[in-house]
């Protein structure tokens, strides 16, 4: 084991600002990219029931099929 | 000539129309009918080769777009809704430009006589800001004339803003390149004289 | 396809000298930058003699981005790239006219123009041709990579700020060797091997931007 | 490429049984990836448990730099995985081109945030661990100056496909700008290299470690792992939702939809 106690730990030989600054950081980053991630998949599911409702069931058919010409 | 089969065309968030089977032989001239925005112009520019479709293929002589990409755009004269006009350059700098960008021969006097034939002779050197709409539209089909080789017109929308005596002139104009043994399609609005009633296709059969 | 690469370039050359008043706009803008240093860093000679070759290039980098999105713009709008794609020639050959044309009549004032400026800065006359031959190097690698960025950014919303976004990290190296040369010359050890680099890129710009440019524009076209 | 465009006629496009390459895959990935994600994360979160632990319990301390050294576990990794998650952009970005399938846009896309988010913090922990070592936050140092620019090609990246609305150019047009980057990427770090040294002579060197620990380097390489790990899971949610998005048109989708409004 590296430290003798906690409070060194944090410390880390003075340099504690900086390393939980970075460590901290990243982990605000990370959180954040999750819940982002985890909102976004939310918002297109509703978005796409929404629209889904609104254009009826029958939205790979909507182009008039054109079966001949004259 | 062309053989279209089982095309489908999504634009944005829209299916425009699919299943779209078709072709077109030497000495037809076939208009594309339909209401506003069910995809005329889209077909037109996709089966021009400047979009990709998104079902389906177009073949040229049996051969798919793709790969007969440069035989195809030496044999296709396409008239878009733009009339691919400079405003800072004359109608004659205009057409010899049009012309050689295409890849053809563009001879000034054979550039003059086109122009002259399709009534701009007073405007050859005006720049094309102060034309009107429908000197506009003249200028892009002055090119008709210089591409009597290329056997395929696609034209959009070619009789907009032309008054009644250049409709028919235009008109006849077709009409004469589907005798020589070309093709036409185009879209239009309006009805126009042509000597044999053209085919249609209807692409606002089933639209919603 | 010479032809359709001298009738774009004649074309385009023609348009430039029509709208004229445009092409000064360019040079102007590249003179001012330059003469706003001195007023921001002081006017002490030394230190104007040490960036000046750092400051010609940066000027002349953000002067070569200020007309690049409406390189295709007009064309775009009035139908003329639609005719352009339709070519049975290779887009190579037009988009080459094309970014030749823009280099001509924004790069080239701005080379003629920089060892004048660099007067202003007290610069060694000696270094006078190294730097105009970096930039004759280095302009063409900007209108070229430039092109790219128009051409992905044509008809897209801010496609001005988002080109600049684009285009600007990729200019990081045709700047460090530009101004390198300069640096190189008047620090003693000889600009060759940074005018080498240049000019090997200048190659590699040549060889591969027209390609990705001419995708570019067919891609905007959908 | 048109025959893959080729649908069976009773199929609009999106449904086809035949082009796997063009349909199916979103299809069959859709799930997969449903499936795949949560291990890649399970894995990512034991490896990053792991990894601090040797990182910060095992390891010893640095003799020359002491404490702040222990930067480096997240440091190195971030970095390596921004460089190495923009190569694999360009590579789904190329291959998109050539083999015309949706699929790889949507992961070069996917993968974009994820590869900012790391370079952004590989130049945030960069700078911190600089100014208690050099003592100053930032050095135009090759590596951190690289770093930059790379932060910058991604923000190109993102910000044009974000722009361009249409979801075809989108794709395409984003797929140019990371090969073209990628191109550029040897050569922004070699002349940064070389400018840097005629400028500052020999630089710091982050990494040049000559007494690394064997147990530095073990966490190091977890750490990295994990990194990776992460990435793919990120991106494979956000590939489902990509997909969704893209594929709405299809029934697949819709019955996928109704499942989770069900569900809720």
């Not at chain 3, 801010?158 to 190296?173: E, F, R």
């Not at chain 4, 994360?41 to 632990?53: D, K, P």
């Amino acid at each position: 084991m590296q430290w003798e106690s906690w409070s060194a730990f944090w410390q880390m030989g003075g340099a504690g600002v900086y390393v939980w600054a970075c460590y901290g950081l990243t982990l605000a980053l990370i959180v954040a990219e999750l819940v982002l991630v985890i909102r976004r998949r939310k918002d297109t599911v509703t978005r796409l029931l929404r629209w889904r409702r609104a254009v009826g069931k029958d939205v790979g058919g909507q182009g008039a099929r054109v079966e001949s010409v004259e | 000539m062309l053989a279209v089969s089982e095309l489908a065309c999504l634009k944005g968030d829209r299916l425009l129309f699919r299943g779209l089977s078709f072709s077109l032989e030497p000495g037809e001239l076939l208009r594309v009918a339909g209401p506003n925005g069910v995809g005329k112009t889209s077909l037109l520019r996709l089966l021009a080769g400047l979009t990709q479709p998104e079902a389906g293929e177009v073949r040229w002589h049996g051969t798919p777009l793709a790969r007969a990409r440069e035989d195809f755009h030496r044999g296709l004269l396409y008239l878009g809704h733009a009339a691919a006009l400079n405003d800072l350059l004359t109608p004659l700098e205009n057409l010899r430009f049009a012309c050689a960008a295409a890849g053809d021969e563009a001879e000034e006097t054979a550039c003059v006589r086109a122009l002259e034939r399709i009534g701009l002779a007073a405007q050859l050197d005006l720049p094309a800001r102060v034309l009107s709409q429908g000197q506009r539209r003249r200028v892009g089909l002055a090119r008709l004339f210089l591409s009597a080789a290329r056997p395929l017109w696609i034209l959009d929308e070619p009789f907009t803003a032309l008054d009644v005596n250049a409709v028919a002139d235009l008109a006849a104009t077709l009409s004469a390149h589907c005798e020589a043994g070309g093709a036409v399609m185009l879209t239009t609005h309006q009805e126009a004289p042509f000597a044999r009633a053209p085919r249609v296709l209807d692409l606002g059969g089933r639209a919603c | 396809m010479l032809t359709v690469f001298l009738a774009v370039l004649r074309r385009d050359l023609l348009l430039s000298w029509r709208g004229r008043a445009d092409l000064l706009v360019t040079l102007a803008f590249f003179v001012i930058v330059v003469c706003l240093f001195p007023f921001g860093v002081g006017a002490e000679t030394n230190q104007l003699r040490a960036i000046a070759p750092g400051v010609l290039w940066v000027a002349a980098l953000l002067a070569s981005l200020l007309s690049l999105h409406r390189l295709f713009a007009q064309d775009h709008a009035d139908g003329t790239l639609e005719q352009l794609l339709l070519s049975s020639e290779p887009a190579v050959s037009w988009v080459a006219g094309k970014v030749v044309a823009y280099w001509l009549t924004t790069g080239l004032p701005l080379v003629v123009a920089a060892p004048g400026l660099a007067l202003l800065f007290d610069v060694e006359q000696g270094a006078l041709p190294v730097l105009t031959f970096s930039l004759a190097l280095g302009t063409p690698i900007l209108a070229l990579l430039g092109a790219v960025g128009a051409a992905l950014t044509l008809g897209v919303r801010g496609g001005g700020m988002l080109l600049a976004l684009l285009i600007l990290p990729l200019y990081v190296p045709v700047l460090i060797f530009g101004a390198g040369a300069v640096e190189a010359w008047l620090g003693g050890t000889g600009a060759t091997a940074h005018l080498l680099l240049l000019g090997g890129g200048l190659a590699g710009a040549l060889a591969l931007a027209p390609w990705a440019c001419a995708a570019a524009l067919r891609i905007a076209m959908e | 490429m048109t025959n893959e465009r080729m649908t069976n006629p009773d199929n609009p496009p999106g449904r086809s049984p035949t082009s796997w390459l063009r349909f199916a895959a979103p299809q069959q990935f859709y799930p997969l990836a449903g499936r795949l994600a949560p291990w890649f994360a399970c894995t990512a979160a034991v490896l990053t448990v792991v990894g601090l632990y040797i990182g910060f319990f095992v390891a010893p301390t640095d003799f020359q730099q002491g404490e702040v050294y222990r930067v480096i576990f997240i440091h190195v990794p971030a970095a390596w995985m921004s460089m190495f998650i923009y190569l694999v952009m360009a590579f789904w970005a190329a291959v998109g081109l050539v083999m015309n399938t949706r699929l790889s846009f949507i992961m070069s896309q996917a993968l974009a945030p994820t590869g900012a988010m790391f370079c952004f913090v590989a130049l945030w922990t960069g700078a911190l661990w600089g100014k208690p070592t050099w003592g100053t936050y930032w050095v135009w140092d090759a590596r951190l100056t690289s770093q930059l620019l790379l932060l910058f090609l991604y923000f190109g990246f993102i910000a044009l496909t974000r722009a361009i609305e249409d979801p075809r150019r989108a794709d395409r047009a984003g797929a140019i700008i990371a090969l073209v980057g990628a191109v550029n990427v040897p050569i922004i770090y070699f002349s940064v290299q070389w400018w840097n040294t005629l400028h500052q002579g020999a630089s710091v060197s982050l990494t040049k470690a000559p007494s690394m620990a064997s147990t530095m380097l073990a966490g190091m390489l977890l750490m990295s792992i994990a990194a990776w790990m992460y990435s793919i899971a990120v991106a494979l949610w956000r590939v489902r939702a990509l997909i969704l998005e893209r594929e709405r048109h299809t029934e697949w989708v819709g019955e996928v939809l109704e499942a989770e409004g069900r569900a809720r």
